[in-house]
């Protein structure tokens, strides 16, 4: 094992880079790409962090978007400061942005084969692992995406990573390093509490008799160095920033005020949906819930096997697991699927471990581990090849292209933001779902496109008939003059000059 041991990380590598780098280029560009690639940019080009391409009165849920053509007090603060340093050294584009994803995923599988080989004590649960990981779809989807993700998930593995490595050396220098991580992960996205309570319990967990009192001011310093520079941001409009960061938190928490409705969303939207076991969804969709049941069986049947639950190390798996599930559920009530970053990498361990147990028990379980490892491999690369193949990205950029070529004949147009990641944010571009019905603006161009304007106009219906109503008033007054694919665009009449003709595809 030792000897092939470089030759397969090598592999694992490049068959990782080479999906993950083929998912960025296909999937549709979506809003949050654009909502949090724009104060980074904004940031790199003028010096200042507001999110210029929101407009202010484009609210949804209980978000609150005071002041954010101002400031971005939104969400945490390193994601965007650590893309305007990415832009700096790459450019400013769809790609790079993915590119700083696929990178931190690659951080991450390095970052659990240490740990995996420090709790289990074996270089092939290790390595098993990672080849899982590497291949999963949801993994490699979340690194092929613009958001702050993956990026909170591997430097919250990575406090993990190097806690575990340095403990026995230098315990004071450990504690320091692992919370300077993080820190940084919970100053990404606030779910990277999970991984820093992960790492407070591994501490305690196998070095609570050596801490000392100056151990925890030690750990406390990275949150304070942080938490200072950002209150110094903050402090530039504090009555902006509680509007903006308590209204994107509002509704997250609800389990105890309705566990049932809770727990039922999060069953159904983080789980079923996102492996197609929900009502209506295809034959080929349900083909993916072949990954869910290995996973969950997988998770049981760690539990119940008395070599996992007596093993020191492969016990903490099990905690974190436990841990990482019911924290998800209590902090995030909206059951999101992109949040599964947390928890698939601890199912995949624990899947791993119990593989190599069976394993080396005989003969008979090896060919049930094979046979089910090779099955969950072949459904996540027939995931994430066909999603790949679809190339949903492919009328996106024909839009784009479309947009860019007449945006000169247009002095206000409103669309989603991810389109203002190849219009470099324009300021003619505004996203605003609403179509300017709070705001009173009167665009000269709309893009309606059905994964997101199409979609949340159709739920106010039920939530602001007033401004549904006005929505389709407006775009009955206007002609289309681009329809493909996923986007339909609009044109206030006279808006350009009588000569510009209607483009249907």
């Given at each position: 094992?030792?000897?092939?041991?470089?030759?397969?990380?090598?592999?694992?590598?490049?068959?990782?880079?080479?999906?993950?780098?083929?998912?960025?280029?296909?999937?549709?560009?979506?809003?949050?790409?654009?909502?949090?690639?724009?104060?980074?940019?904004?940031?790199?080009?003028?010096?200042?962090?507001?999110?210029?391409?929101?407009?202010?009165?484009a609210a949804w849920r209980g978000v609150n978007l005071q002041g954010i053509d101002r400031h971005t007090y939104w969400v945490m603060p390193l994601y965007i400061l650590a893309q305007a340093g990415w832009y700096r050294i790459t450019g400013f584009s769809l790609i790079s942005m993915r590119m700083f994803s696929v990178l931190w995923g690659l951080v991450a599988l390095a970052c659990w084969y240490i740990i995996l080989k420090r709790l289990s004590g074996s270089t092939a649960v290790g390595l098993l692992a990672v080849i899982l990981l590497a291949t999963d779809f949801q993994f490699l989807s979340t690194a092929g995406d613009g958001r702050m993700d993956m990026m909170t998930a591997a430097l919250g593995s990575a406090a993990l990573a190097c806690y575990l490595s340095m403990r026995e050396r230098h315990l004071g220098r450990?504690?320091?390093?692992?919370?300077?991580?993080?820190?940084?992960?919970?100053?990404?996205?606030?779910?990277?509490?999970?991984?820093?309570?992960?790492?407070?319990?591994?501490?305690?967990?196998?070095?609570?008799?050596?801490?000392?009192?100056?151990?925890?001011?030690?750990?406390?310093?990275?949150?304070?160095?942080?938490?200072?520079?950002?209150?110094?941001?903050?402090?530039?409009?504090?009555?902006?920033?509680?509007?903006?960061?308590?209204?994107?938190?509002?509704?997250?928490?609800?389990?105890?005020?309705?566990?049932?409705?809770?727990?039922?969303?999060?069953?159904?939207?983080?789980?079923?949906?996102?492996?197609?076991?929900?009502?209506?969804?295809?034959?080929?969709?349900?083909?993916?819930?072949?990954?869910?049941?290995?996973?969950?069986?997988?998770?049981?049947?760690?539990?119940?096997?008395?070599?996992?639950?007596?093993?020191?190390?492969?016990?903490?798996?099990?905690?974190?697991?436990?841990?990482?599930?019911?924290?998800?559920?209590?902090?995030?009530?909206?059951?999101?699927?992109?949040?599964?970053?947390?928890?698939?990498?601890?199912?995949?361990?624990?899947?791993?471990?119990?593989?190599?147990?069976?394993?080396?028990?005989?003969?008979?379980?090896?060919?049930?581990?094979?046979?089910?490892?090779?099955?969950?491999?072949?459904?996540?690369?027939?995931?994430?090849?066909?999603?790949?193949?679809?190339?949903?990205?492919?009328?996106?950029?024909?839009?784009?292209?479309?947009?860019?070529?007449?945006?000169?004949?247009?002095?206000?147009?409103?669309?989603?933001?991810?389109?203002?990641?190849?219009?470099?944010?324009?300021?003619?571009?505004?996203?605003?779902?609403?179509?300017?019905?709070?705001?009173?603006?009167?665009?000269?161009?709309?893009?309606?496109?059905?994964?997101?304007?199409?979609?949340?106009?159709?739920?106010?219906?039920?939530?602001?008939?007033?401004?549904?109503?006005?929505?389709?008033?407006?775009?009955?007054?206007?002609?289309?003059?681009?329809?493909?694919?996923?986007?339909?665009?609009?044109?206030?009449?006279?808006?350009?000059?009588?000569?510009?003709?209607?483009?249907?595809?």
């Amino acid at each position: 094992m030792r000897r092939s041991t470089p030759a397969l990380v090598l592999f694992i590598t490049v068959a990782y880079l080479g999906l993950a780098i083929m998912s960025a280029l296909a999937m549709r560009p979506w809003c949050d790409e654009g909502w949090f690639s724009n104060p980074a940019e904004n940031l790199l080009t003028t010096g200042s962090m507001p999110t210029s391409v929101l407009d202010p009165t484009a609210a949804w849920r209980g978000v609150n978007l005071q002041g954010i053509d101002r400031h971005t007090y939104w969400v945490m603060p390193l994601y965007i400061l650590a893309q305007a340093g990415w832009y700096r050294i790459t450019g400013f584009s769809l790609i790079s942005m993915r590119m700083f994803s696929v990178l931190w995923g690659l951080v991450a599988l390095a970052c659990w084969y240490i740990i995996l080989k420090r709790l289990s004590g074996s270089t092939a649960v290790g390595l098993l692992a990672v080849i899982l990981l590497a291949t999963d779809f949801q993994f490699l989807s979340t690194a092929g995406d613009g958001r702050m993700d993956m990026m909170t998930a591997a430097l919250g593995s990575a406090a993990l990573a190097c806690y575990l490595s340095m403990r026995e050396r230098h315990l004071g220098r450990a504690i320091l390093v692992s919370q300077i991580f993080g820190a940084a992960s919970f100053f990404t996205h606030p779910l990277g509490i999970l991984g820093v309570v992960g790492v407070i319990f591994v501490t305690l967990y196998y070095d609570g008799k050596r801490l000392r009192p100056g151990y925890i001011v030690l750990a406390g310093l990275p949150y304070a160095v942080i938490a200072t520079g950002w209150a110094f941001y903050i402090l530039q409009s504090p009555s902006d920033f509680l509007p903006q960061f308590a209204g994107n938190a509002s509704g997250r928490m609800e389990l105890l005020q309705a566990p049932a409705t809770v727990l039922w969303r999060e069953i159904e939207q983080r789980y079923l949906t996102p492996y197609g076991l929900s009502a209506g969804m295809s034959i080929a969709a349900r083909l993916k819930g072949i990954v869910l049941v290995i996973y969950s069986i997988g998770l049981l049947a760690a539990c119940a096997d008395k070599r996992i639950r007596n093993d020191r190390g492969l016990r903490v798996l099990l905690i974190l697991a436990a841990g990482n599930l019911i924290g998800l559920t209590l902090l995030d009530s909206f059951g999101i699927g992109w949040y599964l970053i947390y928890i698939i990498p601890l199912a995949i361990a624990l899947v791993a471990a119990l593989a190599n147990a069976w394993w080396r028990s005989g003969r008979g379980p090896r060919a049930a581990v094979a046979l089910t490892l090779g099955l969950l491999i072949v459904v996540q690369l027939t995931v994430s090849i066909s999603r790949i193949a679809r190339n949903s990205r492919s009328d996106f950029l024909a839009a784009s292209d479309f947009l860019r070529s007449r945006l000169n004949g247009y002095r206000l147009v409103m669309a989603s933001a991810e389109f203002g990641i190849p219009l470099r944010f324009d300021k003619r571009l505004i996203d605003d779902f609403r179509l300017g019905y709070r705001s009173g603006k009167r665009p000269d161009l709309i893009v309606m496109d059905t994964p997101r304007y199409c979609l949340w106009t159709a739920l106010l219906r039920n939530q602001d008939a007033g401004n549904y109503r006005y929505i389709q008033d407006l775009l009955a007054s206007y002609r289309v003059v681009y329809d493909h694919g996923a986007y339909r665009m609009y044109e206030r009449p006279r808006a350009v000059s009588a000569e510009t003709a209607s483009v249907r595809q």
